[in-house]
């Protein structure tokens, strides 16, 4: 293997090893009406409501990708206050941004009721959002990744009191962790010892 390519695996595999976002806390939920065509999912009926979503990890990218909405009103994503996208996106329309560890700073906004609701729900309002998957015989969460294409996939249900269907937009989450300077010396040294070692094979 090429050096360039092993270290592009090293550090792969160091970023795969050290991924951790989870949920903490939510309420079990199960609904009806999320198979709408406008939505770019496998139609879904459980989650785990306004459960927090927390990074263990010292540095994080997070990319955040728009997979559709049913919805009259005008919804938002923000992230550490500022606004993502709304609902009016073009499907697959993605924002990335980084975060340290402890819960996500982001939180949906329905401008037409007004709720706002930010990571770990806002029990004032009747607008919430779920992270999507299913419960096992002993209630057990599996959060549903859309064949693991995505982390976490998040549907917010909008202020419009008539459906609770969490389709009004859907959004899914992948998380990378920034490797630590620590990391990329770790690399270069090892990159180094391969080429002396390889130099001197060449000679000897």
């Given at each position: 293997m090429?050096?360039?390519?092993?270290?592009?695996?090293?550090?792969?595999?160091a970023?795969?090893?050290?991924?951790?976002?989870?949920?903490?806390g939510?309420?079990?939920?199960?609904?009806?009406?999320?198979?709408?065509?406008?939505?770019?999912?496998?139609?879904q009926?459980?989650?785990?409501?306004?459960?927090?979503?927390?990074?263990?990890?010292?540095?994080?990218?997070?990319?955040?990708?728009?997979?559709?909405?049913?919805?009259g009103?005008?919804n938002q994503?923000f992230?550490?206050?500022?606004?993502a996208?709304?609902?009016?996106?073009?499907?697959?329309?993605?924002?990335?941004?980084?975060?340290?560890?402890g819960?996500?700073?982001?939180?949906?906004?329905?401008t037409?009721?007004?709720?706002?609701?930010?990571n770990?729900?806002?029990?004032?309002t009747?607008?919430?959002y779920?992270?999507?998957?299913?419960?096992?015989?002993?209630?057990?969460?599996?959060?549903?990744?859309?064949g693991?294409?995505?982390?976490?996939v998040?549907?917010?249900?909008?202020?419009?009191?008539y459906?609770?269907d969490?389709?009004?937009?859907?959004?899914?989450?992948?998380?990378?962790?920034?490797?630590?300077?620590?990391?990329y010396?770790?690399?270069?040294?090892?990159l180094?010892?391969m080429?002396?070692?390889?130099w001197?094979?060449?000679?000897?």
């Amino acid at each position: 293997m090429k050096a360039s390519s092993l270290a592009a695996a090293l550090l792969a595999t160091a970023g795969a090893a050290n991924a951790a976002l989870t949920p903490i806390g939510g309420s079990e939920v199960h609904f009806t009406g999320y198979s709408s065509a406008s939505v770019s999912t496998d139609p879904q009926s459980a989650g785990l409501r306004n459960a927090q979503l927390v990074s263990d990890d010292a540095l994080d990218e997070l990319t955040f990708t728009f997979l559709g909405k049913d919805a009259g009103h005008v919804n938002q994503l923000f992230f550490d206050g500022e606004l993502a996208f709304d609902n009016l996106a073009a499907p697959f329309f993605t924002y990335t941004t980084v975060q340290g560890a402890g819960a996500l700073d982001f939180a949906f906004k329905d401008t037409h009721g007004g709720a706002t609701v930010a990571n770990g729900g806002n029990p004032l309002t009747f607008a919430s959002y779920v992270v999507l998957g299913s419960f096992d015989a002993a209630g057990a969460f599996s959060p549903y990744t859309q064949g693991g294409k995505f982390d976490y996939v998040l549907g917010f249900n909008d202020s419009w009191i008539y459906d609770t269907d969490y389709n009004d937009l859907a959004i899914g989450i992948n998380v990378t962790p920034v490797p630590e300077p620590e990391t990329y010396a770790m690399l270069v040294a090892g990159l180094g010892i391969m080429g002396f070692v390889s130099w001197r094979r060449r000679f000897s």
